[in-house]
């Protein structure tokens, strides 16, 4: 269990942050709660950028994030993730209007980034969970912000978070040497991609939807795999 340890500070922090933002619901002014929402929109594009700086290979990222969409797109992926979200609502919340918008954005962007994706290997591999906590703490003042705005639905993104972080700690603590340094930028840079439309979609610039792009990850680690079996390794 302790490979787990940072996924579930992670969780709980979220879930302080949330419930913090709920009780301070009515405390905090509309005015301000929408520019600490802005704040949070900018935050998150400059995340993004950062990290998709960090690819060493577009072309492999472009190419899975075509076919990704495609295969998500097909699937409807966002529609299937707050179809769950308003079933949620119905037996949790029937009473809370944005209980859907809150948990599907506040579970994209909690679920895609690099600090998700090396923190949760971190702790599988060297037992070290100081990314996942750290994560945690800024995922903790998000959601504050987050359940002020959105309401409880929040405060269940932690569920698909720890399914995410402890499956990625789990394949990469079986499947050690498969996670190579060009691998990580490359998940790393299709996750800035991805959270640079979260962004977008959190300053209502233009409506993303998100989950649709995620199965390009899966493409991401087969290409980059097959590129470092057939042509790096020559």
Same mark, same amino acid.
């Given at each position: =269990? ?22 301070? /619901? ?19 594009? $400059?995340?993004?950028?950062? =990290? ?5 290979? =577009?072309?492999?990222?472009?190419? %899975? &994030? ?10 409807? *992926?966002? +529609? ?6 308003? /079933?949620? /609502? ?12 809150? $948990? ?5 962007? #909690?679920?895609?980034?690099? =600090? %998700?994706?090396?923190?949760?290997? +971190? ?12 994560? !945690? ?5 998000? %959601? ?8 409880? !639905?929040?405060? $269940? ?6 399914? #995410? ?5 789990t394949i990469a603590y079986f499947l050690e040497n498969f996670f190579t340094d060009f691998l990580i930028s490359?998940?790393?840079? *299709? ?6 439309? &979260? ?19 899966? $493409? ?15």
């Amino acid at each position: =269990m302790m490979i787990y340890f940072g996924s579930i500070v992670n969780a709980g922090l979220i879930v302080i942050g949330a419930v913090l933002g709920l009780l301070l /619901k009515k405390a905090i002014p509309e005015r301000l709660q929408e520019i600490l929402f802005q704040c949070c929109g900018l935050i998150t594009l $400059f995340l993004g950028f950062s =990290m998709a700086s960090e690819m060493k290979n =577009m072309i492999i990222v472009v190419l %899975s &994030l075509m076919v990704g969409t495609i295969v998500g797109e097909y699937f409807s *992926l966002e +529609d299937k993730l707050e179809t769950f979200g308003n /079933k949620l /609502k119905s037996r949790l919340a029937n009473n809370e209007k944005s209980f859907t918008q809150g $948990f599907v954005i506040a579970t994209m962007l #909690y679920c895609i980034g690099s =600090m %998700s994706i090396i923190g949760a290997m +971190d702790g599988a591999l060297r037992n070290n969970h100081s990314i996942l906590i750290t994560k !945690g703490i800024l995922d903790g003042f998000m %959601s504050i912000v987050f359940a002020s705005t959105y309401g409880i !639905g929040v405060l $269940f993104s932690i569920f698909p978070l720890l399914l #995410y972080q402890c499956g990625i700690t789990t394949i990469a603590y079986f499947l050690e040497n498969f996670f190579t340094d060009f691998l990580i930028s490359q998940l790393t840079g *299709l996750g800035g991609i991805l959270i640079l439309g &979260l962004g977008i979609s959190l300053l209502k610039l233009k409506n993303i939807k998100v989950m649709n792009f995620t199965p390009s990850f899966i $493409f991401v680690v087969l290409f980059s795999w097959c590129y470092e079996l057939l042509w790096m390794n020559r």
